[in-house]
């Protein structure tokens, strides 16, 4: 059996694999932590998609990219959580499905 | 890249001097707040602020100055020249690694920094007396909007993804703890955990658009991207992925998410689903400043987006046109449902946002035209809803109770009417009704749009969007006359004898002045929209 060679189209389609399952998520799941964390999922996918189209063309923008969204995810995250905790403290859950007081 | 001289690097500074500014205001607004703690200091952070944003406008005048200075051999005009000269005007890019261009296409940017400027402005105003009815006075609430003012003035000004994509989260991240400020209001907090969620859900598109373009074209900066797109220029990578001419499934797929992302951020149908929620929850200046500020920016974003990808023209043209027809639809019928203001201003920015559509869809026909009557659209629609929400709360203050529903509005005309009618006239302005603001915008943006469909017959279909445009805000009066029917036209609901005596207030100054300074502006541009209109040509 010939070894498989991984190539830079591999990494694109296991990004766009993850990608998808990060939208799937956010479309599918109720907890807002989860749907949270679809999120981050569909970001980190896009960080796999900027490092391998980086490598392949040899130009060093794409990695940089990858620092700012980094840097950006956390920042959300510290918004998200903070977020979250304080809607769960005045209603006691976090489902989405949950959270209706705005309606029209 | 060759090294910055340090004269090159002052005079980015100074181009780039407006965010650059705004961003120390916050800062130093973030620390004041350390300082001004007892209650009766609570509205200084909001006078720095104030204080901040108007030495931004004169940063603003300086840089218009500085690309619009006449030519001519007056002694004025020559000794500011003098003052202002900038050593070999930069080429765009020059600045922040090409990253940032502070005119635009047609003045653009450099136009709309002045409405943004203008929207945060406003909202300062009239945030003090709303927050303190609330009681949500707190420091950090002027400076997340700075930081949110400097995002918009970034993300308007950005020709370079990497830009883009930080000015929008800069711009959103303090919006998601605006939209909240009101916790433990559910509904301010359910406000901000549907904008969070939908927001970097639309984030995270955008981000994937970014990688798909830079896979396909190997660079990120819009210009070039232009170029390569065109043939003029052959990437800079060496193995391009992909790259065979224009119909590239990866250039066409990068698009496609690049315009979901910024879809979700103005709003377009199908992705608006959150507009409406988001709006009546989340504090009302806070709202005022979504309505005018973030639409206005996205859609620069957008604008500069497609001005990269014109070569793909034949392409997203008809995708425009649906969202169009579609955002205007839905933005329209929504509005006549609701019987609360936010929630009908939000549907209606919908709309607005349709209406600015069709004018894009002309867009590289004739640039020249749709570009400044884009721009003065803007500007209007900007002013429109500030203006809105500025007499709003100063009825609330008058009134000294929340104004939402449209029962709240009835009897309004006879206890207050200077501020009924100026709120009539703003709504009125909001559906187009001549000779106002509104009317004017519409008009050119949609003779503009007429004008590039002659230009270019396999554009015909462009006339029928004007028309269903036309249509459509003709019915849009009949949600906006509700409120004035319900201000002028409805008997004040019978209140218990204690509240009879109570003596309207007068608004505050504050509150006041962004009534008076919308109002002035709305009705300068209906009374003469021509000099406006060339002075941005």
Redesign the interface.
């Known amino acids: 059996m010939e070894l498989m060679t991984i190539t830079t189209t591999h990494y694109l389609l296991l990004s766009a694999v993850l990608f998808s399952l990060g939208v799937m998520g956010v479309l599918l799941r109720r907890s807002a932590i989860i749907v949270f964390l679809s999120i981050e999922l569909m970001l980190n996918a896009v960080n796999l998609s900027f490092v391998a189209l980086s490598k392949h063309m040899g130009s060093a923008d794409g990695q940089v990219v990858v620092f700012f969204v980094m840097t950006v995810a956390a920042a959300e995250v510290a918004v998200g959580l903070a977020l979250i905790v304080a809607l769960y403290r005045s209603l006691g859950t976090t489902d989405v499905d949950k959270v209706h007081e705005l309606r029209g | 890249m060759p090294p910055m001289s340090l004269q090159e690097l002052g005079t980015m500074a100074r181009l780039m001097s407006m965010p650059i500014f705004l961003a120390f205001v916050g800062l130093v607004v973030l620390l004041s707040d350390l300082i001004f703690n007892r209650d009766d200091e609570r509205r200084w952070p909001a006078y720095l602020t104030i204080a901040g944003l108007i030495g931004s406008l004169f940063l603003w005048v300086q840089s218009w100055l500085v690309y619009n200075l006449p030519e001519t051999d007056n002694a004025f005009f020559a000794k500011a020249r003098e003052l202002l000269r900038v050593e070999a005007l930069p080429q765009p890019e020059l600045l922040f690694g090409g990253m940032y261009d502070p005119v635009g296409f047609f003045k653009l940017t450099l136009l709309c920094n002045l409405i943004i400027v203008i929207v945060a402005l406003v909202v300062t105003l009239i945030a003090p007396g709303y927050l303190e009815r609330r009681d949500l006075q707190r420091g950090e609430f002027y400076a997340l909007l700075l930081f949110a003012t400097v995002g918009l003035i970034l993300m308007v000004g950005s020709t370079h993804l ?1 830009l883009t ?2 000015a929008l ?1 800069l711009l959103s ?1 303090p919006l ?2 605006l939209a ?1 400020f009101a ?2 209001d ?2 301010s ?6 904008y ?2 939908l927001g ?2 639309a ?2 598109f955008l ?2 658009g ?3 373009v ?2 396909a074209t ?3 900066n819009l210009y070039e991207i232009r170029a390569i797109l065109a043939g003029d220029i052959q990437s ?6 992909l790259v065979n001419g224009q119909n590239n499934l990866m250039v066409l797929g990068g698009l496609t998410m690049l315009l979901v992302g910024v879809g979700f951020k103005i709003s377009l149908v199908p992705f608006h689903q959150w507009t ?2 988001v709006y ?2 989340a504090p009302t200046v806070v709202t005022a400043f979504m309505v005018a500020g973030t639409k206005v920016a996205g859609f620069v974003m957008l604008v500069n987006i497609l001005v990269a990808f014109i070569v793909l023209y034949e392409w997203w043209w008809p995708l425009i046109a649906i969202i169009a027809v579609l955002t205007m639809l839905v933005g329209n019928i929504g509005a006549i ?2 019987r ?1 203001i936010k ?1 009908m201003l939000a549907y209606s920015s919908i709309a607005h946002a349709g209406y600015m559509l069709v004018g894009l869809v002309g867009l590289p026909v004739f640039p020249n035209i749709i570009l400044p009557t884009l721009s003065l659209y803007l500007g209007v629609y900007a002013l429109m809803n500030l203006g809105a929400f500025a007499v709003l709360m100063a009825l609330e203050e008058a009134t000294d109770r929340e104004i939402v529903e449209l029962e709240d509005f009835a009897g309004l005309g006879r206890a207050h009417p200077v501020l009924a009618l100026l709120l009539g006239f703003f709504l009125l302005s909001l559906a187009g009704f001549p000779p106002t603001a509104g009317y004017f915008a519409k008009f050119f943006l949609f003779t503009g749009t007429i004008l590039s469909a002659q230009r270019d017959p396999s554009l015909a279909l462009q006339q029928w969007l004007v028309v269903a445009a036309v249509v459509l805000s003709v019915i849009s009066l009949f949600y906006y006359a509700r409120y004035i029917i319900a201000m002028f036209m409805t008997a004040a609901p019978a209140v218990e004898d204690d509240e009879e005596e109570f003596e309207p207030e007068r608004p505050s100054w504050m509150v006041g002045t962004a009534v008076a300074v919308t109002a002035m502006l709305v009705l300068l541009i209906g009374l003469f929209p021509n000099p406006l209109l060339a002075l941005f040509q």
């Open positions: 990497i994509f930080l989260e991240i998601y703890i909240g916790r433990p559910l509904r907090e359910e406000s901000a955990l549907k969070f969620l970097s859900f984030s995270a981000l994937y970014i990688a798909l830079y896979g190997g660079t990120m800079g990578a060496p193995q391009i992925l409406p929620d009546e929850g449902r609701q609360n929630r």
